[in-house]
Each structure stands twice: as C-alpha cells, then as structure tokens.
C-alpha cells in the first residue's frame, strides 16, 4: 500500500502544478452536481480484463450537513442498475477527501474547469490489493478533446500504460445517479 502511495506522489510532482495550485483556491462546491465518468485509468488487477465491458457511470456529488462529500454511483452489475453512495471526509486540503474505512485512502481533484470535466485521483485499498485509478468526470456523455487529452496526459504522467486506460462505453439502461 505505501508503494501506490509513494508512486502516486512522486508521479504528482513530475506532473505539471499549475493546475494544483489553480484549484487550491477554488471552492469546492462548484464540483458538486451530475457527472458522467466517461474514462478510467486504473491499476486494478482484473482492471485490463474487464476494461472492455466497462459503461459510463453516473455520478452526483453533493455535501452533507457533516461537510463530508457524498459520492452517489450508479453503474450495470449483472445486467441491473448497481447504486453506491460513500461519504468521504475533507482533509486538511480543499480538494482531498478519504474514507479508510471504505477503502477509500485518498479521493483527490487532479484538475477542472468545473463546467465541462475533472480528472480525478483515486487511491482505493480493497480485499487487501491497494490500487489507484485516474477518472474523467464529464457534465455531458462526450467529453471534450480538451478534457481527453488532459485524462490522457494525467495518465500517463501517473504511470498508467495504454492497456491500463479505458475509454468507457454507452449503457442505455444505468449511468444516471
């Protein structure tokens, strides 16, 4: 688990900052709202597998009474609509939320313009397997090419490979929360 953690910080600080510095003095709640997770990125195990079969998944993000951001999913699982909420607490940092005890480590903003995508670092520790992804959040179903190239460059600049990414497909019947 500290070996993700350490290579997500180090890939953060090759990275271009600009962004991160942008974003620190925004306020939050102009993330909040639908969203559709259009692309992934992921260090998953079964992450290269899958990634064929993978849908766009819907996303509403709001804030509690508690300051917690609520994260409200819903995706296709064995041909039915799956919801999934998770609250995840602020940190000391405006845009870096957790929830160990989701398997939650770390949620963070890697970059946004807030209207039209976020790019989105996730760092998850689930069954024992620690693993990050790297997610474009659109407002629509097509993202930009904008925001591609930039879910493209945070990728790779992350140490995703090609075969690690995924551009993710149409579900008619699933991808509103």
């Not at 709640?29 to 260090?43: E, K, M, N, P, T």
């Not at 300051?67 to 819903?74: G, Q, W």
């Not at 946004?112 to 995508?117: G, I, S």
Request: hydrophobic share 40%.
């Amino acid at each position: 688990m500290r070996a993700v953690q350490l290579a997500a910080l180090l890939a953060l600080v090759l990275v271009p900052r600009a962004r991160a510095v942008w974003l620190g003095r925004l306020d939050p709640r102009q993330l909040l709202g639908s969203w559709y997770i259009l692309a992934v990125a992921s260090g998953e195990k079964d992450f290269v597998v899958d990634k064929a079969t993978k849908n766009i998944e819907g996303v509403m993000l709001t804030l509690t009474p508690e300051n917690t951001l609520k994260v409200l999913s819903s995706r296709s699982r064995r041909e039915r609509c799956h919801l999934h909420a998770v609250e995840l607490t602020k940190q000391n940092s405006r845009w870096v939320f957790r929830n160990p005890s989701l398997g939650v480590l770390e949620y963070r903003v890697l970059a946004t313009n807030f209207r039209d995508y976020a790019i989105v670092l996730t760092q998850l520790e689930l069954q024992d397997e620690a693993f990050s992804t790297v997610e474009l959040y659109s407002r629509t179903e097509l993202a930009s090419q904008k925001a591609m190239g930039l879910f493209s460059k945070w990728s790779k600049g992350l140490g995703f490979s090609s075969q690690q990414q995924a551009t993710l497909q149409k579900d008619r019947e699933c991808h509103r929360a």
